[in-house]
């Protein structure tokens, strides 16, 4: 399983006023499983249910607030 971090800085917010990841296919593949993790203050993670759009050659990733954490996914 590859894996790929983000910080809260990396969100954007959106016109949803839901905060966004944006990655495209070519970063992640096309099928992959998907699993957002967000990280704890003690360093450990947890898994999120986050909601997950594609449109076209893009992924979004929306959560109400901006967090660290990490993306992993399937090479």
Do not use: C
Not at 13 to 29: A, C, M, P, R, V
Not at 41 to 58: C, K, M, P, W, Y
């Amino acid at each position: 399983m590859l894996h790929k971090n983000f910080t809260k800085a990396d969100f954007v917010l959106n016109s949803e006023n839901q905060y966004q990841l944006e990655f495209t296919i070519d970063e992640i593949g096309q099928g992959s499983n998907l699993t957002i993790e967000r990280k704890k203050e003690n360093g450990e993670f947890e898994t999120v249910q986050a909601n997950i759009s594609r449109l076209n050659d893009h992924i979004f990733i929306k959560w109400s607030e901006p967090f660290d954490g990490r993306l992993i996914f399937e090479s």
